[in-house]
């Protein structure tokens, strides 16, 4: 079904954003992260208390690149 679209005003797309105007069967935005956490991390909740004294996180990656994303 054919679509009307009015004034559009963008202000930014991200960089893992899709922008389209119209009929669309189908859009894949494709982005990709790494993320690093020591002990601690990633805590959710309602009066938390984490005591950790001293926590490292080594992190030794030799290949850099885990899932690339190909178009």
Known sequence: MPAKVGAVK???VSSSGIFNIGD????NPESSAK???GGGSFNTGDRLR???ANSTTYVYD???????ITS
């Open 24 to 27: 669309v069967y189908s859009m």
């Open 35 to 37: 993320t690093y956490a």
């Open 50 to 52: 984490v005591n950790l």
């Open 62 to 68: 030799s290949d850099k690149m885990d899932q690339n």
């Open 10 to 12: 963008v202000i930014n």
